[in-house]
């Protein structure tokens, strides 16, 4: 199960955290992106982190403002959570914030890292609105 949570209405050139918890199945074994809708948009990838936690992708559009990471995995053996943070927000940014988890080889990863397909398990979403 993904749950996400942290979602806030901020204005332009704020930052919010966002937190997707994960329990039932190991992390180490999945690796967990960050999808946005907007409405009348698709949805789109925004950030992932690798099962091995070694390797992360970023959109170009949020490169050099957000950042994706995970707890240590030996903190609790049932409950991991992955956060991203997000800094320097814009308009564009505004959206429900969902995280996915898939079990992706290193090499899938990098051809693809937000095809949707890859991923099997889903959030309900977070509401991030930005105002400018």
């Known amino acids: 199960q993904l749950v996400e949570s942290g979602g806030d209405l901020v204005q332009s050139g704020g930052s919010l955290t966002l937190s997707c918890t994960v329990t039932?199945?190991?992390?180490?074994?999945?690796?967990i992106a960050w999808f946005r809708e907007a409405p009348g948009k698709e949805r789109e990838g925004v950030s992932c982190?690798?099962?091995?936690?070694?390797?992360?992708?970023?959109?170009?559009?949020v490169k050099g403002r957000f950042t994706i990471s995970r707890d240590n995995v030996d903190s609790d053996p049932v409950k991991k959570i992955v956060y991203l943070q997000m800094n320097n927000l814009k308009p564009e940014d505004s959206g429900l914030y969902f995280c996915?988890?898939?079990?992706?080889?290193?090499?899938?990863?990098?051809?693809?890292?937000?095809?949707?397909?890859?991923?099997?398990?889903w959030g309900q979403g977070t509401q991030v609105t930005v105002s400018s």
């Open positions: 982190i690798s099962q091995t936690g070694s390797t992360t992708y970023y959109a170009e559009s």
């Open positions: 039932g199945f190991g992390l180490d074994y999945y690796t």
């Open positions: 996915a988890a898939g079990s992706i080889s290193d090499s899938g990863l990098a051809r693809a890292p937000f095809e949707r397909r890859k991923y099997d398990d």
